[in-house]
């Protein structure tokens, strides 16, 4: 399988404190994509690092990538009661045409 | 809402009946896809869609028939399914295959009794 792969499956923080997700992939990647899902909702995108970079920022996300591991880490600072949703990475590969491999997500409760 | 929208958001049927889940998007994007996305497994890329032409078809049994009319709305045909079918589907669309990001639909959440 090439999928991207989340751990810890749950994770359950303080209001304010940091959380930070780990995922692994199996293959070589153009860019690895990282989303949240709130209960039942579709997906929305968070942030996208490529492959030649090594770590990239928004607002209180910031993401690494270590592509020689195959692992990315996604790190959420004084996290909110709001940020409480599952957490997905996409590992993007190409092949005949560029797709994207889910994982099965971190269910993150931010605790107030 | 993100552009895309799905209809109906929960949909319960008999194993017998027959449906179809909706999905419209007006970004001007080129492809589409339909996800399934089941309890504490990944999400399932079931089909892909470009310039409203399948690209790809996951091994998906033949009781899920997407049609694609135009690159606006894609259309995911349900007949004589089985109650592990029951799962939330997921429509995404990206401007095209090479693309950086989807923008999800909010799902259709279906029951399979």
């Known amino acids: 399988s090439q999928q991207g792969e989340e751990d810890p499956q749950a994770l359950s923080i303080q209001e304010g404190e940091n959380a930070t997700m780990n995922c692994s992939y199996k293959?070589?990647?153009?860019?690895l994509q990282w989303y949240r899902q709130n209960s039942g909702r579709g997906l929305v995108h968070l942030i996208l690092?490529?492959?030649?970079?090594r770590e990239k920022h928004s607002g209180r996300l910031r993401v690494t990538l270590d592509t020689s591991k195959k692992s990315s880490s996604l790190l959420i600072t004084a996290s909110r009661a709001a940020d409480t949703a599952s957490y997905f990475c996409?590992?993007?590969?190409?092949?005949?045409?560029?797709?994207?491999?889910f994982g099965s997500g971190t269910k993150l409760n931010v605790k107030p | 809402e993100t552009g895309v929208t799905q209809t109906p958001r929960h949909l319960v049927m008999g194993m017998t009946n027959k449906k179809s889940l909706k999905c419209e998007q007006h970004l001007g994007h080129n492809a589409m896809y339909w996800y399934k996305q089941s309890a504490k497994k990944p999400l399932e890329l079931m089909f892909v869609?470009?310039?409203?032409?399948?690209?790809e078809n996951n091994s998906v049994p033949s009781r899920f028939s997407p049609e694609c009319p135009n690159s606006s709305h894609l259309f995911l045909h349900l007949h004589t399914l089985q109650p592990e079918d029951s799962a939330l589907y997921l429509c995404a669309s990206s401007q095209d295959l090479d693309l950086w990001s989807y923008t999800f639909g909010s799902g259709t959440r279906l029951t399979v009794v």
């Open positions: 996409a590992a993007a590969g190409a092949w005949v045409y560029q797709k994207f491999y």
């Open positions: 869609y470009s310039l409203e032409e399948r690209v």
């Open positions: 293959t070589s990647i153009n860019n």
């Open positions: 690092i490529r492959s030649n970079e």
